[in-house]
């Protein structure tokens, strides 16, 4: 028997039969062909010093974080760099690092500092930027093909399948936050509901026009699904709520009512863990009773709540979530992944795939090699082209472990409720709704008769932002303008919230001079 030849052998074989193979042929190919080096470094050690010198940089810069400013704007000698001309040599990486500390790192948007509670935003980790960076490093397109990284993401949908309680078979994917896995559980219902023809045929195949229901504290988000499924956000009937910020279910069962006897087609109801406003619940298990006995899809934009289920005190809330058809959720909120990372989780592993599964010559399946595999990403989600993401995901579950992951949750909360607590019994401030998670929304109390506290409201959040101290937001109840703190950073102290308090104290303070004064 022959011996079977080796890769090396094959390749010396190849290469002796090139023309290259002739030394003047070759001599020649030189002279006429002189190619640029590749793009790796030249010189890999001094290479490598600058590189930890950037990790250097970055954990120097976590380690001091509280010392910082939350926040500060770029001066405009520094934005002017952002608008020089297109680089046509290259430059050292060490001035680009140099360049990154002056001109970019003092200038960040703040969610890593503790005193950042203006928008639900996680804080990321040191444990999470190694993992990114090390995704970085094997550069993979995770669209699909066989290979390590997508068993990595697959061990991502096992896990969540035992957080939420839902089939050990369901099926995941990977998008860059909750607004795209919103999107695609809006997409996974939209083909439950008119078929896979819907997908070449348009909304028309169908024969009637969908609609679907969530309540008016919904994320903005869902309406953009609506429009960009085709569906419209003219068919999405945001429902009003409880004096819980619930979903009335009244108002739903009406509203459901209504549009079948005016011929449309209900399609799909979305529950909310966790409001975006103030942090409220739809009660989960009375959804998918009604989405049971009208046959309609039952999802949960759990962007940050659904994570509840990982603290035991705060998994309660989420009860009846487990009967959901699909979930979507961020990581790179409470569980601290560095951005991005969201995701959509769908029961029904069939149903998802018949949404997105596309043929393509590219896109062909062989028993063995790199194009092995039945289930690619790619045909869970609209993207072909993915990083690597479940990565940092993967580290962050493995460094810290669920239960940790679980009490730093639940921390969050306890932290809410001592602000809300100073705010309560505090004689310049009131709540402007329940606290029930992690979101604190509260006002200026009038002092005079008309003032305008919606104006305060907002000079506060401002001052506070300038002033590089704390980090709130601006939001709108019942059309008045509230400062709004939510704390999701794992960071965040007791301490910081009588920081906070007190700066926000301060603040009013001194803007109801300047205000009355006609200053704004």
């Given at each position: 028997?022959?011996?079977?030849?080796t890769?090396?052998?094959?390749i010396?074989?190849?290469q002796?039969?090139?023309?290259?193979?002739?030394?003047?042929?070759?001599?020649k190919f030189?002279v006429e062909?002189?190619?640029?080096?590749?793009?790796?470094?030249?010189?890999?050690?001094?290479?490598?010093a600058?590189?930890h010198?950037?990790?250097?940089?970055?954990?120097?810069?976590?380690r001091?974080?509280?010392a910082?400013k939350?926040?500060q704007d770029?001066?405009?000698?520094?934005?002017?760099?952002f608008?020089?001309p297109?680089p046509?040599?290259?430059h050292d990486?060490?001035?680009?690092?140099?360049?990154?500390?002056?001109?970019i790192?003092?200038?960040g948007?703040?969610n890593?500092?503790?005193?950042?509670a203006g928008?639900?935003q996680?804080?990321?980790t040191?444990?999470?930027?190694?993992?990114?960076?090390?995704a970085a490093?094997?550069?993979?397109?995770?669209?699909?093909?066989?290979?390590?990284?997508?068993d990595?993401?697959?061990q991502?949908t096992l896990?969540?399948?035992?957080?939420f309680?839902?089939?050990?078979?369901?099926?995941?994917?990977?998008?860059?936050?909750t607004?795209?896995?919103n999107l695609?559980?809006?997409l996974i219902a939209?083909t439950?509901?008119?078929?896979i023809d819907?997908r070449s045929?348009?909304?028309?195949?169908?024969?009637?026009?969908?609609?679907?229901?969530v309540?008016?504290?919904?994320?903005?988000?869902?309406?953009?699904?609506?429009?960009m499924?085709?569906?419209?956000s003219?068919f999405?009937?945001?429902?009003?709520v409880d004096?819980?910020g619930?979903?009335?279910?009244?108002?739903?069962?009406?509203?459901?009512a209504r549009?079948?006897a005016d011929?449309l087609?209900p399609?799909?109801v979305?529950?909310?863990?966790g409001?975006v406003?103030t942090?409220?619940?739809d009660?989960?298990?009375?959804?998918a009773?009604?989405?049971?006995?009208e046959?309609l899809?039952?999802?949960?934009?759990g962007a940050?709540?659904?994570?509840?289920?990982?603290?035991?005190?705060?998994?309660?809330?989420?009860?009846?979530?487990?009967r959901a058809?699909t979930?979507?959720?961020?990581?790179?909120?409470?569980l601290?992944?560095?951005?991005d990372?969201g995701?959509?989780?769908?029961?029904?592993?069939?149903?998802?795939?018949?949404?997105?599964m596309?043929?393509?010559?590219?896109?062909?399946?062989?028993?063995?090699?790199l194009a092995?595999?039945?289930?690619?990403p790619?045909?869970?989600g609209?993207?072909?082209?993915?990083?690597?993401?479940?990565?940092?995901t993967?580290?962050t579950?493995?460094?810290?472990?669920a239960e940790?992951l679980?009490e730093?949750?639940a921390q969050?909360?306890?932290?809410?409720?001592?602000?809300?607590?100073?705010?309560?019994?505090?004689p310049?401030?009131k709540?402007?709704?329940?606290?029930?998670?992690?979101v604190?929304?509260?006002?200026?109390?009038?002092e005079t008769?008309g003032?305008?506290?919606?104006?305060?409201?907002r000079?506060?959040?401002?001052?506070?932002?300038?002033?590089?101290?704390?980090a709130p937001?601006?939001?709108?109840?019942?059309g008045?303008p509230?400062?709004?703190a939510?704390i999701?950073?794992h960071?965040?102290?007791?301490?910081d919230?009588?920081?906070?308090?007190e700066?926000a104290?301060?603040?009013?303070?001194?803007?109801?001079?300047?205000?009355r004064?006609?200053?704004?």
């Open positions: 028997m022959a011996k079977r030849p890769p090396q052998h094959l010396a074989m190849t002796s039969r090139s023309p290259l193979s002739d030394p003047l042929h070759r001599a030189e062909f002189q190619p640029e080096a590749d793009l790796d470094p030249q010189d890999w050690e001094a290479f490598g600058e590189a010198r950037a990790l250097d940089l970055m954990l120097d810069h976590l001091t974080i509280r910082q939350v926040w770029a001066p405009k000698d520094v934005r002017a760099r608008r020089a297109l046509q040599k290259g990486i060490g001035e680009l690092i140099d360049t990154f500390a002056e001109s790192l003092p200038y948007s703040g890593l500092h503790p005193l950042f928008w639900v996680g804080g990321g040191p444990v999470g930027m190694v993992a990114d960076m090390l490093g094997l550069n993979a397109n995770c669209g699909g093909r066989n290979h390590i990284a997508l990595v993401e697959r991502i896990w969540l399948t035992e957080i309680n839902f089939p050990r078979e369901s099926s995941g994917i990977f998008v860059t936050g607004s795209v896995a695609v559980a809006v939209r439950d509901a008119l078929g819907a045929g348009g909304l028309a195949s169908g024969g009637r026009q969908l609609t679907g229901y309540s008016q504290e919904a994320h903005v988000c869902i309406e953009k699904a609506f429009d499924s085709g569906i419209g003219d999405l009937r945001k429902l009003p004096s819980n619930a979903i009335r279910l009244d108002a739903l069962t009406e509203a459901i549009d079948r011929g087609q399609a799909i979305i529950g909310n863990a409001t406003n942090g409220a619940f009660p989960f298990d009375a959804l009773d009604l989405c049971a006995k046959d899809w039952f999802h949960v934009d940050f709540g659904a994570l509840c289920a990982m603290a035991p005190e705060l998994r309660p809330l989420i009860k009846g979530m487990e058809d979930i979507a959720l961020d990581f790179h909120k409470w601290q992944v560095p951005y990372a995701f959509a989780i769908c029961r029904d592993a069939e149903a998802h795939q018949r949404a997105f596309s043929s393509g010559a590219y896109l062909s399946r062989a028993p063995r090699g092995a595999g039945e289930a690619w790619c045909d869970l609209p993207d072909l082209s993915r990083g690597f993401r479940a990565l940092k993967w580290f579950f493995q460094a810290f472990g940790r679980g730093t949750i969050t909360c306890r932290i809410a409720q001592h602000l809300a607590r100073l705010i309560e019994t505090s310049r401030f709540l402007c709704a329940p606290v029930k998670l992690n604190v929304c509260f006002s200026a109390k009038a008769p003032e305008d506290l919606g104006a305060l409201n000079a506060i959040v401002m001052d506070l932002h300038e002033s590089g101290v704390a937001s601006l939001t709108l109840l019942d008045r509230v400062i709004r939510a999701l950073n960071r965040t102290r007791l301490s919230m009588d920081f906070l308090f700066a104290t301060a603040s009013a303070a001194r803007l109801r001079t300047r205000l004064s006609g200053i704004r």
